[in-house]
């Protein structure tokens, strides 16, 4: 394999004595061929003899069209596509990082017909850049009879017209989403599909050589072909990625220890085609996708006719993805992702006794886009309490994740999931079922809904993260936010939770040392206002903590906003650490089998992410009628307006103010949106004039007039029965009301996730950066140039 680092001179095109070697032995694997071609070779070849590599990736696509072609009948040829894949996928990325070969691809070999043939009928392919003819070649490869599907007749197809015939959708991998047939498990066609998706995903991944970008447009030109109608397979394809994914059961039919018996071949298959899914899953905001999309969304009218249905996004996977209606397609996908994404849960009763799969961030990506995507997916989600199997092990990710400074990505990840969760109704009034699991985590125990588990979780996350956690908290606050006027009970741990975050969040030094922290005391008075107005008579928990816990409200109410107190605040904030104590938190024992969330260990590879954009920047506000239906709150113009526009829905002026959040593109390496050091607030201090234009508008009335009535009944019922013991209080609390007495009732105002270019950007670098870490056997991309992130260890 090292000839081509020896020549200098360029070799013929025409030598196939020379070339044939590349790909002639028999005995290669993937990894051989890394070990074989060393990146340094790699570069000096293409340094100082350029021809020959234009030749040796030309002829390796030439043989793998020829495979195509012909149907890849004798066992020689099938070995030869094989090296050839694996040398592509080898040399690739070194072509990708020399901004002087990025146009190679995209170029044509003149005289060169698809097979390097000149014949008449191939006029059309003649102009066929070589990346389309690539990207054609895999995908007929990938349906071809004996290589990577089994051929319903005895004998294989004759000739090579029957090959360019084959109806691939009569061959798709697995059953599931519109395909009963589900083919015997043949672990040669899994390696062979595993080794050419491994080449289209190397492919796709031009996209890691390229800065990040707020450009909305620059769409991957290899995604955006093969997912076109240039490609025949495009929908069986499809089909087979999430058919193969939906259907993988890693405990190995049900037989403990299952896996330590037999090498799983179908979990690299697995693996592999979630890759290419959530990659080839991609569209702008605000591009046509998008409008096509919406028109799609709004098409869902009852009506038996279909012609009228709009032609969807140009992204044949999008449009796909999009179109799935059928309650028996939507149940299937998200049993089958439920099922893996509780996989690693489910690990503790028999140690090591399941395969632990790997892969939950690609299926949280995965889950993201087909709520994103399919608005029917998303209803059918949160139909029933069947996104609770979702929503559990999310959080347990988040839990397990919240200390570990190599997994900001996938802790961001979960909570936008949740943040689009909760910005519909369903989702608030799921979570009032009971959470009877005992998933081991290190929480306290507690007995309550699936509403408390959330709450005690986010609370861990904001008193016990890691500072590059700050900027999730204002979304964490949102989500809260968002389910408080549908909760029905919470448990006493969650209601000592939540007012212990307002006492951290409310401190004077805390909410003088940037100019958006107030923001946070501002959601948690929307929560605790959503909460009596709309749920009190449920809710005596949380009543009973506002009322023990009162001084907390007064001294908000009175909060000091003179010069000498805010200096004196400013003061005490230098002699503390920046964080927020969990001191005053009511901690209980952890669960049994729990581990304490780990940092990463040291020397930890992980990749930058770009800054997520502000809280006012990634929702809009809906207000909830009385229907319940929503109704788009207009934005204002200027965001210092949104302060005063809040009070059309008497809500908050919870909304992030411009200088929070420049659209500027930096790494979160350098993120400077840490509140308490953060840059933008070093030339800002806190003034009187300032704290007084959000303190007139903290939402206190609804409490303060609470506590003016119930303070002195319990006081009293304290005094005449002498009692100090809680249960008689919550029991008066629980047959209290205040009908009539408390002021009316604010509309509900839901925040619902909006994307646009600063999350699309975020989501990119994201997606690619959990794919670079994730492929390191072979390692694909490790020391190449990568410029849309950073490679960083812990």
Same mark, same amino acid.
């Given at each position: 394999?090292?000839?081509?680092?020896?020549? *200098?001179?360029?070799?013929?095109?025409?030598?196939?004595?020379?070339?044939?070697?590349f790909?002639?032995?028999?005995?290669?694997?993937?990894?051989?061929?890394?070990?074989? !071609?060393?990146?340094?070779?790699?570069?000096?070849?293409?340094?100082?003899?350029? @021809?020959?590599?234009?030749?040796?990736?030309?002829?390796?696509?030439?043989?793998?069209v020829q495979?195509?072609?012909?149907?890849?009948?004798?066992?020689?040829?099938?070995?030869?596509v094989?090296?050839?894949?694996?040398?592509?996928?080898?040399?690739?990325?070194y072509?990708?990082?020399d901004?002087?070969?990025?146009?190679?691809?995209?170029?044509?070999v003149?005289?060169?017909?698809?097979?390097?043939?000149?014949?008449?009928?191939?006029?059309?392919?003649?102009?066929?850049?070589?990346?389309?003819?690539?990207?054609?070649?895999?995908?007929?490869?990938?349906?071809?009879?004996?290589?990577?599907?089994?051929?319903?007749?005895?004998?294989?197809?004759?000739?090579?017209?029957?090959?360019?015939?084959?109806?691939?959708?009569?061959?798709?991998w697995?059953?599931?989403?519109?395909?009963?047939?589900?083919?015997?498990?043949?672990?040669i066609?899994?390696?062979?599909?595993?080794?050419?998706?491994?080449?289209?995903?190397?492919?796709?991944?031009? $996209?890691?050589?390229l800065?990040?970008?707020?450009?909305?447009?620059?769409?991957?030109?290899?995604?955006?072909?093969?997912?076109?109608?240039e490609?025949?397979?495009?929908?069986?394809?499809?089909?087979?990625?999430?058919?193969? &994914?939906?259907?993988?059961?890693?405990?190995?039919?049900?037989?403990?220890?299952?896996?330590?018996?037999?090498?799983?071949?179908?979990?690299?298959?697995?693996?592999?085609?979630?890759?290419?899914?959530?990659?080839?899953?991609?569209?702008?905001?605000?591009?046509?996708?998008?409008?096509?999309?919406q $028109?799609?969304?709004?098409?869902?009218?009852? @009506?038996?006719?279909?012609?009228?249905?709009?032609?969807g996004?140009?992204?044949?996977? !999008?449009?796909?993805?999009?179109?799935?209606?059928?309650?028996?397609?939507?149940?299937?996908?998200?049993?089958?992702?439920?099922?893996?994404?509780?996989?690693?849960?489910?690990?503790?009763?028999?140690?090591?006794?399941?395969?632990?799969?790997?892969?939950?961030?690609?299926?949280?990506?995965?889950?993201?886009?087909f709520?994103?995507?399919?608005?029917?997916?998303l209803?059918?989600?949160?139909?029933?309490?069947?996104?609770?199997?979702?929503?559990?092990?999310?959080?347990?990710?988040?839990?397990?994740?919240?200390?570990?400074?190599?997994? &900001?990505?996938?802790?961001?990840?979960?909570?936008?999931?949740?943040?689009?969760?909760?910005?519909?109704?369903?989702?608030?009034?799921?979570?009032?079922?009971?959470?009877?699991?005992?998933?081991?985590?290190?929480?306290? !125990?507690?007995?309550?809904?699936h509403?408390?588990?959330?709450?005690?979780?986010?609370?861990?996350?904001?008193?016990?993260?890691?500072?590059?956690?700050?900027?999730?908290?204002?979304?964490?606050?949102t989500?809260?936010?968002?389910?408080?006027?549908?909760?029905?009970?919470?448990?006493?741990?969650?209601?000592?939770?939540?007012?212990?975050?307002?006492?951290?969040?409310?401190?004077?030094?805390?909410?003088? @040392?940037?100019?958006?922290?107030?923001?946070?005391v501002?959601?948690?008075?929307?929560?605790?206002?959503?909460?009596?107005?709309?749920?009190?008579?449920?809710?005596?928990?949380?009543?009973?903590?506002?009322?023990?816990?009162?001084?907390?409200?007064?001294?908000?109410?009175?909060?000091?906003?003179?010069?000498?107190?805010?200096?004196?605040?400013?003061?005490?904030?230098?002699?503390?650490?920046?964080?927020?104590?969990?001191?005053?938190?009511?901690?209980?024992?952890?669960?049994?089998?729990?581990?304490?969330?780990?940092?990463?260990?040291?020397?930890?590879?992980?990749?930058?992410l770009?800054?997520?954009p502000?809280?006012?920047?990634?929702?809009?506000?809906?207000?909830?009628?009385?229907?319940?239906?929503?109704?788009?709150?207009?934005?204002s113009?200027?965001?210092?307006?949104?302060?005063?526009?809040?009070?059309v829905?008497?809500?908050?002026?919870t909304?992030?103010?411009?200088?929070?959040?420049?659209e &500027?593109?930096?790494?979160?390496?350098?993120?400077?949106?840490?509140?308490?050091? @953060?840059?933008?607030?070093?030339?800002?201090?806190?003034?009187?004039?300032?704290?007084?234009?959000?303190?007139?508008?903290?939402?206190?009335?609804?409490?303060?007039?609470?506590?003016?009535?119930?303070?002195?009944?319990?006081?009293k019922?304290?005094?005449?029965?002498?009692?100090?013991?809680?249960?008689?209080?919550?029991?008066?609390?629980?047959?209290?009301?205040? *009908?009539?007495?408390?002021p &009316?009732?604010?509309?509900?105002?839901?925040r619902?996730?909006?994307?646009?270019?600063?999350?699309?950007?975020?989501?990119?670098?994201?997606?690619?950066? !959990?794919?670079?870490?994730?492929?390191?056997?072979?390692?694909?991309?490790?020391?190449?140039?990568?410029?849309?992130?950073?490679?960083q260890?812990?």
């Open positions: 394999m090292t000839q081509s680092g020896e020549k *200098v001179k360029p070799v013929e095109a025409a030598d196939d004595a020379f070339w044939d070697q790909w002639a032995d028999t005995s290669t694997t993937v990894q051989d061929v890394f070990t074989l !071609v060393p990146a340094a070779e790699i570069r000096a070849v293409r340094e100082e003899s350029p @021809s020959n590599l234009a030749t040796l990736c030309y002829k390796a696509m030439e043989k793998l495979g195509a072609d012909s149907g890849c009948s004798s066992d020689k040829e099938r070995q030869v094989l090296n050839c894949t694996r040398l592509l996928t080898r040399i690739l990325p072509i990708f990082e901004p002087d070969w990025r146009g190679f691809f995209w170029s044509t003149p005289g060169a017909g698809r097979a390097g043939r000149l014949d008449e009928e191939g006029d059309d392919d003649e102009a066929r850049p070589l990346a389309e003819s690539l990207l054609l070649a895999i995908a007929d490869l990938l349906f071809c009879p004996d290589f990577t599907i089994q051929t319903h007749k005895k004998s294989s197809p004759e000739s090579a017209e029957d090959i360019r015939s084959i109806d691939s959708c009569e061959y798709i697995e059953a599931g989403v519109g395909f009963a047939h589900s083919p015997p498990p043949n672990y066609h899994d390696l062979n599909r595993t080794e050419l998706l491994k080449l289209l995903l190397t492919c796709f991944s031009e $996209a890691m050589y800065p990040p970008s707020s450009e909305s447009k620059n769409l991957n030109p290899w995604v955006t072909f093969f997912c076109s109608s490609n025949r397979h495009a929908l069986p394809l499809f089909t087979s990625l999430l058919n193969v &994914v939906c259907a993988y059961d890693p405990v190995g039919y049900g037989i403990p220890y299952n896996h330590l018996l037999f090498f799983n071949h179908r979990e690299q298959l697995v693996e592999q085609a979630i890759q290419i899914l959530i990659v080839t899953l991609e569209h702008e905001a605000g591009s046509a996708v998008s409008a096509a999309l $028109a799609l969304d709004t098409s869902a009218s009852p @009506s038996p006719n279909e012609e009228q249905e709009p032609a996004p140009d992204n044949l996977f !999008v449009n796909y993805l999009s179109r799935i209606h059928r309650e028996e397609d939507l149940s299937l996908i998200l049993r089958g992702l439920a099922r893996l994404l509780n996989n690693p849960l489910l690990q503790t009763y028999l140690p090591r006794s399941s395969k632990k799969i790997q892969f939950h961030q690609e299926l949280l990506i995965l889950f993201w886009k709520c994103d995507f399919n608005k029917k997916f209803f059918f989600v949160l139909k029933s309490s069947d996104v609770l199997d979702m929503l559990v092990p999310i959080l347990f990710y988040l839990n397990d994740a919240s200390a570990d400074q190599s997994r &900001v990505g996938l802790m961001h990840m979960g909570v936008f999931i949740i943040l689009l969760l909760s910005g519909e109704r369903n989702f608030g009034v799921r979570l009032n079922k009971p959470y009877a699991l005992r998933v081991p985590m290190d929480i306290p !125990v507690f007995t309550g809904t509403a408390d588990l959330l709450i005690v979780i986010f609370h861990k996350i904001i008193t016990s993260g890691h500072q590059r956690l700050q900027p999730l908290f204002d979304c964490l606050l989500i809260i936010v968002n389910i408080s006027p549908y909760l029905k009970s919470l448990s006493m741990v969650a209601a000592n939770k939540l007012l212990h975050l307002l006492e951290a969040f409310s401190t004077p030094w805390f909410l003088f @040392s940037s100019p958006q922290n107030h923001h946070l501002f959601f948690l008075l929307e929560v605790f206002n959503n909460i009596i107005q709309y749920q009190f008579d449920g809710n005596c928990n949380l009543v009973y903590t506002i009322i023990r816990k009162r001084n907390v409200f007064h001294q908000l109410a009175n909060l000091p906003s003179d010069t000498v107190s805010i200096e004196k605040a400013q003061q005490k904030k230098k002699k503390k650490k920046s964080g927020i104590s969990r001191t005053n938190s009511i901690e209980k024992e952890s669960m049994e089998g729990s581990r304490p969330a780990a940092p990463a260990e040291p020397g930890t590879l992980k990749t930058s770009e800054a997520t502000g809280i006012d920047k990634i929702t809009e506000k809906a207000q909830v009628g009385e229907d319940g239906t929503m109704v788009a709150v207009p934005r113009d200027s965001s210092q307006a949104t302060a005063d526009n809040s009070t829905a008497g809500a908050s002026d909304e992030s103010n411009s200088e929070r959040d420049p &500027v593109y930096h790494t979160e390496s350098e993120a400077v949106r840490s509140r308490l050091s @953060s840059v933008s607030a070093a030339a800002w201090s806190a003034n009187p004039d300032w704290v007084l234009s959000w303190k007139a508008k903290l939402p206190l009335q609804t409490i303060m007039r609470l506590l003016q009535v119930l303070v002195p009944q319990v006081e019922i304290c005094i005449d029965k002498g009692l100090t013991d809680e249960s008689e209080i919550l029991n008066f609390l629980q047959h209290g009301t205040l *009908v009539g007495l408390l &009316v009732p604010h509309p509900i105002l839901i619902k996730y909006q994307a646009n270019a600063g999350t699309a950007m975020w989501f990119r670098t994201y997606i690619w950066g !959990v794919i670079y870490l994730r492929n390191m056997d072979p390692p694909i991309w490790y020391d190449t140039d990568i410029r849309l992130f950073e490679i260890r812990v």
